[in-house]
Structure formats: structure tokens, C-alpha cells
DNA sequence: ATCCTCCCCTAC
DNA sequence: TAAGGTAGGGGAGGAT
């Protein structure tokens, strides 16, 4: 079966072969998936994660098995403390078996081990292990412990005599080899040899050989129809490895594929799909901050009936493009890239793949008009074409999305008592309140009021579903559309009779597994009973789908849910040619990641690779340069910290990318995806935090053996008090108790915390007292003084300063990239990326005085921030604008939104700054410097200068002092100063 | 019983 | 020409 389009919302009859986003992979072809998801066959599980301290023998037994513990580990560390000087601990992290006879001895190799940092665990846990060390392996050992690390001795003899964690992966024992690539290590001396050709070259040529490539490239080419992988390559610039007839030699497909250094933006700047999630992310961010102008109080807690609205604009890029792309009115009108005219014989009549130009491209949006001709979002333009030859194309105008769904969400944020940001173009309301307080209870009154408001604003169509639930909101939508109001209740629900698939959360897999049991409707759904419905579709989904079919839906607005993850994935233009092609492309995705948490100002600990993998027997995908029906793979691996820095992060990605052992000819998409993430209000508050760590040493001292010490479950433990442990007990209690992914995933305290009494619990942890209930109204009135890693340990130059010291010697290049177990990786990479990487993240002049308010000398239109406030007029007959009440939880917002506030802040007071304002803008800045975000530091001061540029002196000192506290943050960190 | 990893699915 | 991204809910099965 060709692959070919089916429609991402609602793929017609006999569509659907690929499926058009996220994971096309292999088990959605050509029929039946099962719905209750079960693992693959593929890698199986990653051995790496919490490698830290002994088994727990019993959950029960806390306080014994850290009195244990740590005496054991104190023994171990004072065995060889006694013996030897101390040393560089390069093995920090390392958690090491050793099997079999190995030269060095056991005994010697665990000497050199433990005395620089690692761990030794005489029994082999692939839970705790990070390596295991053995000459030579049995077949049956071999392919057991494929996954995992196994390293030669030789690899400790070499660390230690460089004094650096070497990638073990030229030490790796077992496995394909690469042909040519000895099979005997490289000693230390000839790593440097190639390190110093590699910085030769300067990334214009691709060294054959390990250092340069990293890894082996698998040997099983059976499948594969050339011999490419083996071909000497000398010149980067030599041809792309085409196998399929892409064209991928053609100069403008070429300068088009992931390979290219500055695809990852040229290709983000281009995608829809990419604007929409990061939109999510930001409205979710603007909607935080607009309640807290609107001084919205928590989400009104359901005193009488419920209503809930669900706003959505009408074909919203169809709409907005025609704004400033007219088209005659009436006229089927799509949004998408091709801008070329048809040509009737471009596609393949039978499939509509198309032959020629424009054919693959997708269609964002489509007017009503397109729909009854059957055009769908998320189609291929050629098969569009096909249904409707007068189709007419206009182009994306992203900018102009934002803008109109910024004032979207100025205007229903203000209005509703609660604002859920799903989409660009999508909220969800609850008004229960003010429906009742300002329309009398008409909420059809109060949808048409909104609806003109922003169709005043915008120029846009809005459509509102009414409901007592969110499931009822929505589905009235879809009977809104185009340009209307519906109100459904649960009678009028229960009367009509709907396809499972218009049901949030039933998609085209659901969908099919449904109708394989006859169950088609909602009525066949309330007919099943709920164990069969969970035997099709698992046991939350039938739970979930049994409710809505009666029309009963108890979920709630959530507008403050922290962010759990953040990630980047690309499928698309993504054809390597070498392990090397790979392995750069997964450094400046794992620089896109990081940039996006310093943005947010968030830090994670473990990082997830995805990997999308050509399926055997595939060729040319259907979509020009897209990722065609493939194999899913994903593995993951603990940061051992908290982390955003780009070189550690990248480091991780490319050890995963090598393990899963992908014939990077066969790479189709790459994702990466940082969790465990901070909870980000440990970092705001130092205060606070000092509050806690007297509680810390206190109940530290009260603890000891003898006294009680209750297991915390779970979900007692305050994550932010988990975060601010230091790094080592967290990796402990992630090892120990499994808990910390729990704790940090548990949302802040806020939720439950408006009980104290049903919340507020007292936990101890190894001593440590913590309470979690009162957190959030100390937070609240004491205001935030210090921003993020103020005081708190975790950033790795604390914990090697001496390290670091030896980096600031070194060219500012390598000064960026400090953290010691990932320096090696690092600087393993061409040079070409280090600079391409690094020059993101720092932009510096060398040392200079502190000089007095280095006043802007240019203001650059790319950085004109967006003036759009939320201080404009406010709506007629709504409450007056709040006061503005200055900037405070800074560390909450991402940068657009931070650059609003300190517009308002400037324009705010004609009196001058008020000191403390002065003092929360410094330090928020500060910590971005702090946070390695110099780029938004750079970016929020050029914006500061220029907001003060003509004003009076209490402005420009203020802005001057918050110069002087960012550059001094910059002179710590990289003996340098920013330039603005 | 519960956690963790590696998936799968959904939505815009 | 084309720009098939991503966060979050959830399940199966192995490890503990
Ligand atoms: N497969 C898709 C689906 C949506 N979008 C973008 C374009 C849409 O305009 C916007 C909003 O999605 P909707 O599902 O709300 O669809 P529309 O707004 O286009 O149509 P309507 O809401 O009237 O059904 O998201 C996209 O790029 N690709
Ligand atoms: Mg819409």
C-alpha cells in the first residue's frame, strides 16, 4: 500500500495509510493497531538512570538504610582518602561492576575508581550500574548486555591518565565495529592526534575515524541498497547519500536538509506545527500573567451550575491571512506554503501523490467554502486539489496569528472568572461567575458580547459552545461554526446520537478499535458495558469515554499547570550522510531544547532521545523531505543534576543516539525531551530558602538514629523542597525511594494547599524537616528577592570551582561549556559546532571596567519588542483596569512577557522606579546571566536601555544598576561583559 | 503493589 | 518544490 495522506482531524473513508503527524511510525499501516498500548520490540530498557547508592532492601526501613548507607559510603570514600592524595573526581557519577578477570586487577581498578569519585557495586544492578568493566565477554553475556556500557579496563587506565572521563564508546567491548576502526582502543595520544586535526579542519572536512565520528556505524547493510556508509568521504561537501531517488544533490534541496547549519531555525521559522506548540506554551504563559493583572482570584470553585465556554475562531490562519491576502468571498481558500498554481497532470490520479511541485505540501487551514468540497486541515495540497481544481492558496502570516491571539486572550481573560489557553486560536472559559453577576444569567447574552468584542478587535470570526462541562463546550462548537453561538446541555447531548469520534480523546486509532467492537456511536458506547469498553480501549480511556457518553465530564479550567517537560523534535528534511551528520544535528537540537528551558528558566535531570528510524523496506516518502512510515525508537538517560546547559544535555543525547545503534542513513526524525524539571518556585524565593535550610539543620540534628522518622509518601513531599536538597540526596532519594520524578511531577502545592488542614503535612527526610502547606502565602507576601540559583547549589561550577578556574584561562568558547563530565564530549566536536553552539549562548567582549551605564548604541529593529500591553483600554462595562502593580515573580514568565512588563514598568510611574522593582529587575536578570540565558539577558537589558532612553536620571540609574548587577553576575561567571 | 522505561495516542 | 511539532495522558511489562 502507498503511503498517503490521510487527514490529521478526521481522515475520510479509505484515506488512511501514513498518518499525518507525530508518531508515523510503522504500526498505524495498513490496518489494525492496538489500542491498549503495549511496548515494542525495540530497545529495551536504558540501564544508565540513578546510578547511585545501594539496593533498598525494604521500602519500610528509612532511617536504617540511610544510616547504612552512609556509612558505607564513608567508609569507602576514607579507604582510599587515607592512601592517596586527593584527586580530581573524574568518575564523579560513575557507577561501575566489574566482570571477570580484567588487567588491571579488580582490586586495582577499583582503586583507581573509587578514589576519583565513582562507585563501585560488587553485584551487577542494570538499574544502578553506569558501567561495567570487562575484557571480554561471553556470546550469552554479550547479547544480554548489549544495551548497556561495557567498557575495556583500559578506558579507567586512560581517564585516569588524562585526568578526564574519556567517551567510553571507543573503549565499548562487544558490538558491531566499524569496518576500519580498530578494535583495540586508542590510546590517550593518538585521541589528542585526532582532536587536534579536528579543530584543523574546522568542521569543513568529516574525519574518518572514531574521534571524529564518535561511533561505529552498524554493520548490517543487507538492507541497505548502496555502500555508501563504507564510502570514504573525504569532503563534507561531498554528495549526500541519496538511496531513494530524493533529489537530495539538488542544490536547493540540499540547502534544505537538516544537515545544513542553520536549519533548525530557517525550518522552525516555517513551521506551522512548530508556531502552534510554542503558541500553546505562550498563551498558557500570557494567560497566567493576564489574571494576575486582572487580579482574577483562583478558578471559582463550583458554588451553583457550571458554565463553561469554548471559543474558538473560525478557520483561524484562513481567516487572519485573508486579512491582509483578499480573496473574492465565498471562494475555497486554503492556507499553505506552495503558492503555485495548479497544474492537472502534477499528481498521480489513482493515490494523489503528487508529481511535481506543491503536491505534498499540507494545508494548515481551510475556509468553509474548501470544506464542502471536502478539503480537510492537515491535507496534502494535491489531493485538495483534486476535490476542488479552483482551490485557491494564500500564505502563512504568522505574525499576524500571534498578534490577533494575543488580543484574543487581552479581551476573554478579563472577562471570564477562569481561562484555559488550548490553542493559538482555541480557549476554554469558565464564567459560571460573571454570567450570572453581568448577564443575568444569559450566557448566550455574554457569548455574543464576547464574540463582538473580538471580532472588533481582530476582524476575525469567533464561535462559542456553551455548556456545564468542558465536553458539552465543545462539542456544541462544532454545531456553532462558522460565525455563531450553541448552548448543549446533557438532555440535548443524550437525545443526539454522536460519532465516537467527534469525543475529545477518540482519535483514528480509538476510532477503529471501536468500530471493530460495533460500537460507532455514543449511544453504542453507554450500551457497552464498561468492562468490554475497557478491553478495547484501557481502562482510563473507557472510563473516561463511559462518562462522556452521558454527557458527564468533571474536569476543571486549569490555567496555572507548571510545565513538565520541554522538547524538540524535527521530521523532517532530516537525511544524514555520516554518523557525524548525526551526531551534529543532535548538538544543535539539544542547544534548541536548552534554549527553550533558560527561556522559561527552568532546568531538568533527565533527557529522553527519540529516534525515528526508516522501516525496512521503505523508500521515498510520500511527503517531499518528510519522514515517510518509520520505526519509533526513544531512549533515556539521567542528568545526574539539574541542568539546562547545552553542552551537558548534548552530551547525554549523542551517548543515547550511540547506544541505540541506528544506521544514521536511516534517521528520519530526531526528537529530544528534557523532564524532571525544577519546580522553579524553589528558585525565586531566598528567603524562604534560608527559612528551610535552618529547618534543614535543625531537623538534621534532631534525626539521628533513635528518633522518629516517618516514610513520606510520595505525594506529601513539597518538590521544591525535593529540588533544593542538595544534588547528591536527590539522586538519592530518586535511586532510593523512586520518588523524585513523582515529587518534582506533582504540581506545586498551590492545588491542594487551599486546605491547609487536609495538606499540610510534616515530612522528614534524612533529617530534614520540611513543610509543604504554607509555602505558597509566604511566597505570596513576602515578594521575591532573588531569582533563580541564587543560593542554590546545583549549578556545576560550584561544585568544581577549580575547574572552572582552568576553563576561564581558556578561550571564551570553551568557558561556556564548563561542566566537567560533558568537556570531553565537547570538545570532541568540531569546531565548527562548538562555535556555532556556543555563540548563541554567550556573547561577550573581553573584561572591561564596569563602566558606567554602557548606554545602547544602537536598538536593533529585530529585537523591537511587541508594545501590545495589557494596560490598553479595557472593554466598556467591564471593572476598570487593576493597578499596576510592578513586576514581581519575574522567574514565572517566559521572555516576550517579561519584555511587556518592563514596558508597563517604565511607562508606569512617572515618580521614578520604585527601589524594590529596581532590585527584582536586577536580579531577574541576573539569574538569566546565572542561567546561562545571556542571549535573553542581552536581550531584556537592550530592552530596558531602550525604554529609558529618554528618561529622567532615576530611570537611568535604575537601568544602570541593573546593568552593573548583570554585568558583575557575567564577570563571575565568564570574566566577561555584555555587550549591548 | 508500585515504580520506571519505552512506547502509543491525541490535540491544535 | 517544503518547512510532518510537541506536551501530556496513558498502558504493558520488567524491576524492585
Ligand atoms: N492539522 C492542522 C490543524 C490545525 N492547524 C492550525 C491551522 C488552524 O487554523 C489552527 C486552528 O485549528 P482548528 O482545529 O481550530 O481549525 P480551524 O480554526 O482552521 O477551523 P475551525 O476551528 O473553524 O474548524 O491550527 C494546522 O496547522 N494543522
Ligand atoms: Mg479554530
Given at each position: ?45 536504558a540501564?544508565s538512570d540513578a546510578p547511585e547508592g545501594p539496593v533498598v532492601p525494604e521500602f519500610g526501613d528509612f532511617r536504617t538504610y540511610f544510616g547504612e548507607r552512609k556509612r558505607k559510603l564513608a567508609e569507602q570514600a576514607q579507604?582510599?582518602a ?7 573526581p573524574?568518575f564523579a557519577g560513575v557507577v ?21 569519585g565513582g562507585r563501585?557495586l560488587?553485584?551487577?544492578s542494570?538499574t544502578l550500574v553506569t ?150 506554551a505562550?498563551?498558557k504563559d500570557?494567560v497566567a500573567l493576564?489574571r494576575r493583572?486582572?487580579h482574577k482570584g483562583p478558578p471559582p470553585i ?116 477562569e481561562?484555559q ?133 468533571d474536569r476543571v479550567l486549569e490555567s496555572d499547570k507548571l510545565r513538565q517537560a520541554f522538547g ?25 531544547v536548552c534554549?527553550s528551558m533558560a527561556d522559561s528558566q527552568r532546568m531538568g535531570s533527565q533527557v529522553t ?27 533515556s538517560t539521567s542528568l545526574h543534576q539539574m541542568t539546562n546547559d547545552?553542552?551537558r544535555i548534548?552530551?547525554a ?20 525531551q528534557v523532564q524532571r524539571l525544577n519546580s522553579l518556585e524553589n528558585s525565586t524565593d531566598i528567603g524562604d530558602m534560608f527559612t528551610k535550610a535552618k529547618e534543614r539543620s535543625e531537623g538534621g540534628a534532631g534525626a539521628r538514629p533513635g528518633a522518629q522518622c516517618e516514610l513520606p509518601s510520595a505525594s506529601q513531599l513539597d518538590p521544591s523542597v525535593v529540588d533544593e536538597l542538595p544534588e547528591d540526596i536527590q539522586e538519592e532519594l530518586r535511586t532510593a525511594y523512586k520518588l523524585v520524578g513523582h515529587a518534582a511531577n506533582v504540581p506545586a502545592p498551590r492545588a491542594s494547599s487551599e486546605s491547609p488542614a487536609s495538606s499540610t503535612s510534616e515530612v522528614s527526610i534524612r533529617g530534614t524537616s520540611a513543610r509543604s502547606g504554607q509555602r505558597k502565602d509566604s511566597t505570596r507576601r513576602v515578594r521575591p528577592r532573588k531569582l533563580a540559583f541564587q543560593g542554590s547549589k546545583p549549578r556545576p561550577e560550584c561544585t568544581k570551582p577549580?575547574l572552572l ?13 564548563p561542566s566537567q563530565v ?63 502593580d510592578g513586576p514581581t515573580q519575574l522567574g514565572k514568565y517566559q521572555l516576550?512577557n517579561i519584555?511587556?512588563l ?13 527601589a524594590e522593582d529596581i532590585v527584582d529587575i536586577g536580579d531577574y536578570v541576573e539569574s538569566l546571566v546565572r542561567g546561562r540565558s545571556?542571549?535573553s539577558a ?27 548587577q548583570?554585568?558583575q553576575a557575567?564577570?563571575d561567571m ?7
Amino acid at each position: 500500500m502507498s503511503e498517503r495522506y490521510a487527514a490529521g482531524p478526521s481522515a475520510g473513508p479509505g484515506e488512511c495509510t501514513e498518518y499525518t503527524l507525530g508518531p508515523g511510525d510503522a504500526s498505524g499501516v495498513g490496518g489494525a493497531r492496538r489500542l491498549p498500548s503495549g511496548p515494542g520490540t525495540a530497545a529495551s530498557h536504558a540501564p544508565s538512570d540513578a546510578p547511585e547508592g545501594p539496593v533498598v532492601p525494604e521500602f519500610g526501613d528509612f532511617r536504617t538504610y540511610f544510616g547504612e548507607r552512609k556509612r558505607k559510603l564513608a567508609e569507602q570514600a576514607q579507604e582510599h582518602a587515607d592512601q592517596a592524595p586527593a584527586q580530581t573526581p573524574i568518575f564523579a557519577g560513575v557507577v561501575f561492576h566489574i566482570n571477570g578477570y580484567t588487567q588491571p586487577s579488580h582490586y586495582e581498578l577499583k582503586r583507581l575508581l573509587v578514589e576519583r569519585g565513582g562507585r563501585f557495586l560488587h553485584y551487577l544492578s542494570k538499574t544502578l550500574v553506569t558501567h561495567i568493566i570487562a575484557s571480554n565477554l561471553a556470546r550469552s553475556k554479550e547479547k544480554e548486555l548489549q544495551n548497556y556500557r561495557v567498557v575495556r579496563p583500559e578506558w579507567v587506565v586512560d581517564c585516569v591518565r588524562a585526568n578526564k572521563l574519556l567517551p567510553w564508546h571507543t573503549y565499548k567491548v562487544g558490538g558491531a565495529h566499524r569496518p576500519g576502526v580498530p578494535a583495540v582502543p586508542l590510546g590517550i595520544g593518538e585521541l589528542y592526534a585526532m582532536r587536534a586535526m579536528d579543530d584543523e579542519c574546522q568542521g569543513d572536512l568529516a574525519i574518518p575515524g572514531p574521534a571524529a565520528s564518535g561511533t561505529h556505524v552498524p554493520l548490517d547493510t543487507s538492507s541497505s541498497t548502496s555502500v555508501e556508509v563504507h564510502r570514504p568521504h573525504t569532503l563534507r561537501a561531498a554528495a549526500a547519500v541519496d538511496r531513494f531517488g530524493e533529489g537530495l544533490n539538488r542544490s536547493w534541496v540540499r540547502r534544505n536538509l537538516a544537515t545544513e547549519k542553520d536549519f533548525i531555525t530557517r525550518y522552525y521559522a516555517n513551521s506551522r506545527l512548530h508556531h502552534l506548540s510554542t503558541w500553546k506554551a505562550e498563551m498558557k504563559d500570557y494567560v497566567a500573567l493576564l489574571r494576575r493583572e486582572y487580579h482574577k482570584g483562583p478558578p471559582p470553585i463550583a458554588a451553583g451550575r457550571r458554565v463553561i465556554m469554548h471559543a474558538d475562531f473560525d478557520c483561524f490562519f484562513v481567516s487572519a491571512s485573508l486579512l491582509s491576502h483578499p480573496q473574492p468571498s465565498g471562494s475555497p481558500v486554503v492556507v499553505c506554503h506552495a503558492q503555485q498554481q495548479p497544474q492537472p497532470d502534477d499528481y498521480d490520479p489513482d493515490t494523489g501523490v503528487p508529481r511535481l511541485a506543491g503536491g505534498s505540501s499540507q494545508i494548515a487551514s481551510c475556509n468553509y467554502a474548501a470544506r464542502s468540497f471536502g478539503v480537510k486541515n492537515g491535507m496534502f495540497l494535491g489531493q485538495a486539489r483534486q476535490l476542488c481544481p479552483v482551490l485557491a492558496t494564500i500564505p502563512y502570516c504568522f505574525e499576524e496569528y500571534k498578534r490577533i491571539s494575543r488580543d484574543f486572550y487581552k479581551i476573554v481573560a478579563k472577562i471570564a472568572d477562569e481561562t484555559q489557553a488550548v490553542s493559538v486560536d482555541e480557549a476554554l472559559l469558565d464564567v459560571s461567575d460573571v454570567v450570572e453577576r453581568e448577564f443575568q444569567g444569559s450566557a448566550e447574552a455574554l457569548a455574543q458580547d464576547i464574540r463582538r468584542r473580538v471580532f472588533n478587535e481582530t476582524r476575525c470570526t469567533l464561535s462559542i459552545g456553551i455548556g456545564p462541562n468542558i465536553l458539552l463546550a465543545r462539542l456544541a462548537t462544532a454545531k456553532a461554526k462558522p460565525d455563531g453561538v450553541h448552548a448543549l446541555d446533557a438532555d440535548a447531548f443524550c437525545g443526539a446520537d454522536f460519532r465516537v469520534r467527534e469525543l475529545p480523546n477518540v482519535g483514528h486509532v480509538t476510532e477503529e478499535c471501536l468500530a471493530r467492537s460495533g460500537i460507532h456511536t455514543t449511544g453504542d458506547i453507554r450500551a457497552a458495558t464498561l468492562s468490554r469498553l475497557k478491553g478495547i480501549c484501557g481502562e482510563k480511556t473507557a472510563m473516561v469515554l463511559h462518562n462522556f457518553s452521558h454527557g458527564t465530564d468533571d474536569r476543571v479550567l486549569e490555567s496555572d499547570k507548571l510545565r513538565q517537560a520541554f522538547g524538540a523534535d524535527i521530521g523532517w528534511g532530516v537525511r544524514f550522510s555520516s554518523q557525524q551528520d548525526a551526531d551534529d544535528f543532535v548538538v544543535r537540537l539539544a542547544g534548541e531544547v536548552c534554549r527553550s528551558m533558560a527561556d522559561s528558566q527552568r532546568m531538568g535531570s533527565q533527557v529522553t532521545l527519540k529516534v525515528k528510524k526508516r522501516q525496512e523496506g521503505q523508500g521515498k516518502p510520500a511527503k517531499f523531505l518528510g519522514h515517510g512510515i518509520c520505526d519509533s525508537l526513544s531512549k533515556s538517560t539521567s542528568l545526574h543534576q539539574m541542568t539546562n546547559d547545552p553542552a551537558r544535555i548534548a552530551a547525554a543525547c549523542i551517548d543515547l543516539l550511540h547506544r541505540m545503534d541506528i544506521d544514521p542513513l536511516d534517521i528520519r526524525a530526531v526528537g529530544i525531551q528534557v523532564q524532571r524539571l525544577n519546580s522553579l518556585e524553589n528558585s525565586t524565593d531566598i528567603g524562604d530558602m534560608f527559612t528551610k535550610a535552618k529547618e534543614r539543620s535543625e531537623g538534621g540534628a534532631g534525626a539521628r538514629p533513635g528518633a522518629q522518622c516517618e516514610l513520606p509518601s510520595a505525594s506529601q513531599l513539597d518538590p521544591s523542597v525535593v529540588d533544593e536538597l542538595p544534588e547528591d540526596i536527590q539522586e538519592e532519594l530518586r535511586t532510593a525511594y523512586k520518588l523524585v520524578g513523582h515529587a518534582a511531577n506533582v504540581p506545586a502545592p498551590r492545588a491542594s494547599s487551599e486546605s491547609p488542614a487536609s495538606s499540610t503535612s510534616e515530612v522528614s527526610i534524612r533529617g530534614t524537616s520540611a513543610r509543604s502547606g504554607q509555602r505558597k502565602d509566604s511566597t505570596r507576601r513576602v515578594r521575591p528577592r532573588k531569582l533563580a540559583f541564587q543560593g542554590s547549589k546545583p549549578r556545576p561550577e560550584c561544585t568544581k570551582p577549580d575547574l572552572l578556574q582552568a576553563f576561564r584561562k581558556v578561550e571564551t568558547l570553551d568557558a561556556v561549556m564548563p561542566s566537567q563530565v560533558d568537556e570531553d564530549v565537547w570538545r570532541h566536536l568540531p569546531t565548527g559546532i562548538r562555535r556555532e553552539l556556543a555563540r548563541d549562548y554567550i556573547k561577550t567582549k573581553p573584561p572591561r571596567h564596569p563602566g558606567l551605564g554602557q548606554a545602547p548604541t544602537g536598538f536593533t529593529a529585530g529585537a523591537q519588542p511587541e508594545m501590545d500591553g495589557v494596560s490598553e483600554q479595557a472593554p466598556a462595562q467591564l471593572p476598570a483596569q487593576p493597578e499596576y502593580d510592578g513586576p514581581t515573580q519575574l522567574g514565572k514568565y517566559q521572555l516576550a512577557n517579561i519584555k511587556q512588563l518592563i514596558g508597563e514598568w517604565t511607562r508606569s510611574s512617572e515618580d521614578g522606579p520604585l527601589a524594590e522593582d529596581i532590585v527584582d529587575i536586577g536580579d531577574y536578570v541576573e539569574s538569566l546571566v546565572r542561567g546561562r540565558s545571556l542571549v535573553s539577558a542581552s536581550s531584556v537589558l537592550t530592552y530596558l536601555m531602550f525604554c529609558v532612553r529618554d528618561k529622567r536620571g532615576a530611570w537611568a540609574a535604575a537601568a544602570d544598576s541593573v546593568m552593573r548587577q548583570a554585568n558583575q553576575a557575567c564577570v563571575d561567571m565568564y570574566d566577561a561583559q555584555l555587550q549591548i
